[in-house]
């Protein structure tokens, strides 16, 4: 299942060379988490999700039927998710200040 789906995302995507897929045996089934560039993001998940769906369909198509279930999850590239934090830090969430101490509320 890791080939397809990685064979599926780099055939997809501008920089085949960062498309990662890591396996994870859980307690429900395996995870197949997909990892790639941040502007390959929307290649692999299409308008309203409808590539990320049928890779999922493909995937689950080719897994035996007596076997564990799979599931594909689209990871957030690490670098984004710095630079979301970052951007949370410096500016207050829903545009909220708290006052300083000693001001009025």
């Known amino acids: 299942m890791e080939e397809l789906l990685t064979f599926v995302a780099q055939s997809l995507v501008d920089h085949p060379?960062?498309?990662r897929v890591t396996k994870t045996e859980?307690?429900?089934g395996v995870i197949?988490?997909?990892?790639?560039?941040?502007e390959d993001m929307g290649k692999v998940i299409g308008k309203q999700g409808r590539i990320a769906k049928?890779?999922?369909?493909?995937?689950?198509?080719a897994t035996?039927?007596?076997?564990?279930?799979v599931f594909v999850?689209?990871?957030?590239?690490?670098?984004?998710m710095a630079d979301d934090m970052e951007d949370a830090?410096?500016?207050p969430e829903d545009g909220w200040e708290l006052p300083a101490p000693?001001?009025?509320a």
């Open 102 to 104: 000693g001001e009025d």
């Open 89 to 91: 830090a410096d500016s």
């Open 26 to 28: 859980g307690p429900e």
């Open 64 to 69: 035996p039927k007596d076997g564990a279930h």
């Open 17 to 19: 060379e960062q498309v």
């Open 32 to 38: 197949l988490e997909l990892n790639v560039a941040e």
């Open 73 to 80: 999850e689209i990871q957030r590239p690490i670098e984004s």
């Open 54 to 61: 049928a890779i999922r369909t493909l995937v689950k198509a």
